[in-house]
């Protein structure tokens, strides 16, 4: 797959001296939803911000769809909508007119029809005519991706779409965004609830204090970094691990009751048959088992950690 | 040129004017108005006459001027300020507009808005004195460039100002009181001549006393010079604004 964005070798330091990105360097794919992790102040809406225009980059140029975005920023802004972290609307403005706007902005013709879709796509159609400012806090920022949307962007990127939308209209906005994805728009976007990353995502980028420290498929990423754990549920409780098992790296709990065995999904042997020939052998029995996935969350977690140390 | 997104920047800034119509036009026509009933009247009891036109007729170039230069810095200082402080601004950075094309839909709705609200005043004031415009289109041509070339000084304000008090300035210590001494409700020539002498130092001498003339051919000082110095102005403007584009000035972090 084509790139329809390089970032290559971007730094950015604000007026306040502070250097927010450093060398980040970044390839995004036409067509895939890329999710970009990082905990609050990694830079993240900076990164976002440089592509789009809205901020300069102090060092790096960035390509949009084949189009340096300062010398043809035209061409290059004309393929991205933005849809902000923050809520920042024109609230004495009706929502018909500031989609029309947005849209007009662009340089593109009106097209009611298709404005009409998108309101409707994002269950906004019967507030077209209400001002913003007595919309709710979900409604605006759906109201904020129909603005993005409006000039039929190839690229879109969305930071933190999901923040303060409850779970059903959530939902709803996955099903926008699948969507537009199947449309063959590339979505680029950041968010603090990693599971929604691991459900839609394609591929996963970690920025950790102003620089990437990791961008890999999401199925690989599990794959490599996930780990599964074995749980047993002992049919009496023990008070120690019997002899013959210390091999195994098993975790006994609090209470005795379970057996927490890990091991890697990546290596060939798991050590599971190995494990249950020594388990019989030491008499112990269990009444149930089951194996658990580390999530991408704890993937994240752990990168984070590590990266603090 | 993306002509669509000057349009739209301009339709937007025009229906933000719709919203407040109150504050926007009844407020300056009523200020204007009453400024004929008490000066007009107060002094024009007085002084019946300058220079052949009567008292009235006379300040009537010089409120629509005030009207005008107070307008455009106010409406299109706030138009630009206001979308730095919501935030909003974001959309038109992230957007294909140059900064020419940005400047076109701003100040371009901020002087028409100037030259609506002068027209208005005018018509105002014919019913109070007699107003007699000599040269119509130089009168439309003063009324145009001095809106163009305030509202990009309105302009330059809204992109510097840091806060809502910072907006205010430099209307308050600068442009009201130098309206206010340019020369709207007396002649240069009944002056002493020292004051004289320093009331040309002010700019906007310049620019009522042109206005003037497109009325009754009586001016000040000459209208090629007041012309000349029209053109500076909004040149020095454009300048000023071609700088702080290109470097991103507080615009762009
Ligand atoms: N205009 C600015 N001037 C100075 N520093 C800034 C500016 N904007 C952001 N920063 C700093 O740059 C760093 C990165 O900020 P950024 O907003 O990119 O983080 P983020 O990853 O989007 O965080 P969050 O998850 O909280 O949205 C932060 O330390 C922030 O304080
Ligand atoms: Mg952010």
Redo the contacts between chains.
């Keep these: 797959m084509p790139a329809i964005i390089s970032v290559i070798d971007v730094s950015k330091t ?2 306040s001296g502070f250097t927010a990105l450093h060398g980040v360097d970044l390839d995004i794919n036409e067509g895939e939803i890329f999710a970009l992790l990082g905990p609050n102040g990694a830079g993240k809406t900076t990164l976002i ?1 440089i592509i ?5 980059a102090s060092f790096g140029s960035v390509s949009v769809a084949g189009h340096d975005n300062v010398t043809e ?3 290059a ?2 393929a ?1 909508g ?1 849809v ?1 972290q ?1 809520l ?6 009706s929502v018909w ?1 500031t989609v029309n ?9 009106k097209n009611h029809a298709y404005v009409e879709k998108i309101l409707r796509q994002l269950s906004l159609w019967d507030k077209k005519d209400s001002r913003i400012l007595s919309l709710s806090g979900g409604m605006k920022r759906r109201l904020l991706i129909a ?1 993005a949307l409006a000039h039929e962007p190839r690229i879109l990127f969305l930071d933190e779409p999901t923040a303060g939308v409850d779970v059903e209209l959530r939902r709803g906005m996955w099903d926008v965004i699948s969507g537009m994805r199947a449309d063959g728009v590339t979505i680029i976007l950041t968010t603090h609830y990693i599971e929604e990353a691991e459900l839609m995502a394609d591929r996963v980028g970690v920025i950790l204090k102003g620089g990437i420290v990791l961008v890999e498929r999401k199925d690989e990423l599990m794959r490599k970094l996930g780990r599964k754990m074995l749980v047993l549920d002992l049919q009496s409780p023990l008070v120690t691990l019997p002899a013959g098992l210390d091999a195994h790296n098993l975790v006994l709990s609090p209470d005795g009751k379970h057996l927490t065995y890990t091991f890697d999904t990546k290596s060939e042997r798991t050590g599971i048959t190995a494990l249950l020939n020594d388990l019989r052998s030491a008499g112990v029995t269990f009444s149930d088992l089951r194996t658990e996935e580390s999530s991408l969350e704890d993937i994240f977690v752990d990168l984070v950690k590590k990266a603090a140390q | 040129m993306n002509i669509v997104a000057v349009r739209a920047l301009f339709a937007f800034e025009m229906s933000r004017w719709r919203r407040t119509l109150m504050q926007s036009v009844i407020s300056p026509v009523l200020s204007t108005s009453l400024y004929f009933v008490v000066f007009g009247a107060a002094i024009g009891s007085r002084i019946s006459e300058v220079e052949g036109v009567s008292y009235g007729a006379f300040i009537v170039p010089g409120l629509i001027m005030m009207l005008i230069l107070a307008q455009s810095t106010a409406n299109a200082s706030f138009g630009i300020y206001f979308p730095r402080f919501t935030g909003t601004i974001y959309e038109i950075l992230s957007a294909p507009v140059s900064a020419l094309e940005i400047v076109l839909g701003y100040v371009g709705a901020a002087a028409t808005k100037s030259v609506i609200l002068g027209l208005i005043v005018l018509v105002t004031a014919s019913f109070f004195v007699e107003v007699r415009i000599a040269h119509p289109f130089w009168m439309l041509a003063f009324l145009l460039l001095t809106s163009i070339a305030f509202s990009l000084l309105g302009f330059i304000v809204g992109l510097w100002a840091e806060g809502f008090e910072k907006l205010q300035l430099i209307p308050l210590l600068i442009i009201t009181p130098l309206s206010f001494l340019g020369g709207t409700f007396y002649s240069l020539n009944m002056l002493p001549p020292f004051w004289k002498t320093v009331t040309l130092l002010n700019p906007i001498v310049y620019l009522i006393s042109g206005f003037r003339w497109s009325f009754y051919e009586i001016s000040d000082v000459s209208v090629g010079v007041s012309l000349l110095m029209t053109l500076v102005f909004l040149l020095v403007c454009l300048a000023v604004i071609w700088l702080i584009f290109k470097t991103g000035y507080r615009l762009k972090a």
């Excluded at chain 1, 920042?88 to 403005?93: G, N, R, V």
């Design positions: 604000y007026a911000n789009c225009g809205i901020v300069n920023f035209r061409a802004r004309s991205i933005l902000p923050e920042t609307l024109d609230m004495f403005e007119a706007f947005s849209r007009g902005l662009f340089g593109k013709p603005k």
